[in-house]
């Protein structure tokens, strides 16, 4: 059983800003152009993946590199 994470699908995302009001650990940063997720920082509490309109985040498996 490998560690979870949070991951997002780029594709789906308008960079709403809704994920990173929620994340109670500060997290989820957006940028011009993305939003970044620090799962450093990531409790994985979910509060983003529930509150994303779009189901652009989802916790997964985490892949390694």
Do not use: F, Q, S, Y
């Amino acid at each position: 059983m490998g560690r979870k994470a949070i991951r997002l699908k780029d594709d789906l995302c308008d960079l709403c800003g809704t994920c990173v009001a929620v994340c109670p650990a500060d997290a989820l940063e957006l940028t011009e152009c993305r939003l970044l997720i620090d799962m450093e920082r990531c409790t994985l509490c979910a509060n983003c993946v529930h509150a994303c309109p779009l189901g652009c985040l989802e916790v997964r498996d985490e892949v390694p590199v």
